[in-house]
């Protein structure tokens, strides 16, 4: 699998849906959602409570989804997220640590009750978020360990960012937020290349069958951004 480079093959060029990636400092990833919109855009949740919609840069590479997507699904995919953007743009979503929580509603986009006070997403649970109102089950969340050490540590690390944001602007975050991310610390952890991965696949994906893929989308990536900052 061959990531896209905006330099050789522009984002405008995605078939209606499709993800795209940058990575930040010490191999940490990012995914956010690609869609033809009034320009092309990305959807997604770039840190706590900042704009759901933005423009690509070149720091990102891309992919549309597999082919084993139908053309006339993709069109409805992208109907859907685009009333998503639409309805949500004004939206400032928290940043956490929740997945599976069904909190965008399929008719009309907006986010439903579900979405309460102790929810929150990483940009990986958000784009599995999007697809889950579109009736796509992205992943087989059960078949993902818990408490592995490193994702352990990535999960207080989102911890300790809510509680200096809430130091910084205690108006952000809660103390309710707060309690209720900490009891997500320990939990499955969903990384953007893994959840990248399953976008190339029609069906429920399991972990080991998004392993492989989510390996070589990392290496690209990784490859990629140490070239992009080299000639910066």
């Not at 060029?13 to 191999?27: H, I, R, T």
């Not at 869609?35 to 840190?47: I, R, T």
């Not at 949500?88 to 965008?104: A, E, M, P, Q, V």
């Amino acid at each position: 699998m061959q990531l896209h480079t905006p330099n050789i093959n522009d984002f405008a060029n995605v078939d209606s849906v499709g993800v795209a990636l940058s990575q930040y400092e010490g191999e940490q990833n990012h995914i956010a959602i690609l869609f033809q919109y009034e320009d092309v855009m990305l959807l997604h949740v770039g840190a706590h409570k900042s704009p759901l919609l933005e423009k690509p840069t070149d720091k990102f590479m891309w992919l549309d989804l597999g082919s084993s997507f139908h053309p006339i699904r993709k069109q409805v995919i992208l109907a859907s997220i685009q009333q998503i953007a639409e309805k949500n743009k004004d939206s400032k979503i928290r940043y956490g640590l929740d997945h599976g929580i069904y909190c965008l509603d399929a008719e009309t986009g907006l986010l439903n009750e579900n979405y309460d006070q102790s929810i929150g997403f990483t940009c990986a649970t958000f784009v599995i978020e999007v697809f889950l109102s579109v009736g796509i089950k992205l992943i087989d969340w059960d078949t993902w360990p818990s408490g592995e050490e490193k994702h352990t540590e990535f999960q207080k690390m989102v911890f300790n960012y809510l509680e200096r944001s809430k130091r910084d602007n205690p108006s952000s975050v809660t103390e309710e937020y707060l309690k209720a991310q900490a009891s997500n610390i320990g939990k499955a952890r969903f990384l953007p290349q893994e959840v990248a991965a399953a976008t190339q696949n029609g069906a429920e994906s399991t972990k080991d069958e998004v392993d492989p893929i989510a390996l070589k989308i990392h290496e690209q990536l990784t490859a990629y951004t140490k070239e992009y900052y080299k000639n910066r």
